[in-house]
């Protein structure tokens, strides 16, 4: 299976950018999607095929990367952004996530 | 609006089997596919298949093949998974989702957990 590598957790204030990566174990094209989950609700589509906004994100958020390398960045980040963040491909079988990235705001 | 809504937590006992529902509103419920995705505090978020909501064809991901059955109800447009022969390492909480094929799961029902303990 691909595994998908994330940093574990990342600290900003508000206003600052972030920039939250992800590793594919083999390339992924640019298949690869972003969710955002806060605690006790289910995940939230936020990026699609690398770069695609979902429906009503907004525009705060971006993502960028293609073949092994992915980055979801938010800018500037809010006190709601509070969250973890996990990518998911969709290019080879199956479907794998990677274990989050907790995001927490100074 | 677009909304899956999954039934209530579940607590059963080790070697029985438990079915999860997913009605979906808001859509067209054949024309997108329903994903199930399980999710650990210590394995994080598994995929474990999906059904062709309007053929019913399924695809499972091989580590959940025997242990999730996933079957749908296209006039109640109600998706279903079964889990079967449970033991605690399938405590989980358990997703339904709408996949877009390829183009991630935009909705997302509220989880469904199952505890298996005797």
């Known amino acids: 299976d691909t595994v998908l590598t994330q940093s574990p957790a990342l600290a900003v204030s508000p206003g600052e950018r972030v920039s939250i990566s992800c590793r594919a174990s083999e390339g992924v094209n640019s298949y690869m999607h972003w969710y955002q989950q806060k605690p006790g609700q289910q995940p939230k589509l936020l990026i699609y095929k690398a770069s695609n906004l979902a429906s009503g994100v907004p525009a705060r958020f971006s993502g960028s990367g293609s073949g092994t390398d992915f980055t979801l960045t938010i800018d500037p980040v809010e006190a709601d952004d509070t969250a973890t963040y996990f990518c998911?491909?969709?290019?080879?079988?199956?479907?794998?996530f990677g274990a989050g990235t907790k995001l927490e705001l100074k | 609006q677009v909304q899956l809504q999954q039934s209530g937590a579940e607590l059963a006992k080790p070697g029985s089997s438990v079915k999860i529902s997913c009605k979906a509103s808001?859509?067209?419920?054949?024309?997108?596919?329903i994903s199930w995705i399980k999710q650990t505090t210590g394995q994080g978020l598994e995929y474990i298949g999906y059904?062709?909501?309007?053929?019913?064809?399924?695809n499972y991901n091989e580590k959940f093949k025997g242990k999730a059955t996933l079957t749908v109800d296209k006039s109640s447009s109600t998706a279903f998974m079964q889990l079967s022969s449970l033991t605690p390492d399938d405590s989980a909480v358990y997703y339904c989702a709408r996949d877009l094929r390829r183009v991630g799961m935009d909705a997302w029902g509220q989880g469904a957990s199952v505890t298996v303990s005797s």
């Open positions: 059904i062709n909501t309007g053929s019913g064809g399924t």
């Open positions: 998911q491909q969709s290019w080879n079988d199956p479907p794998t």
């Open positions: 808001g859509y067209t419920f054949t024309s997108y596919y």
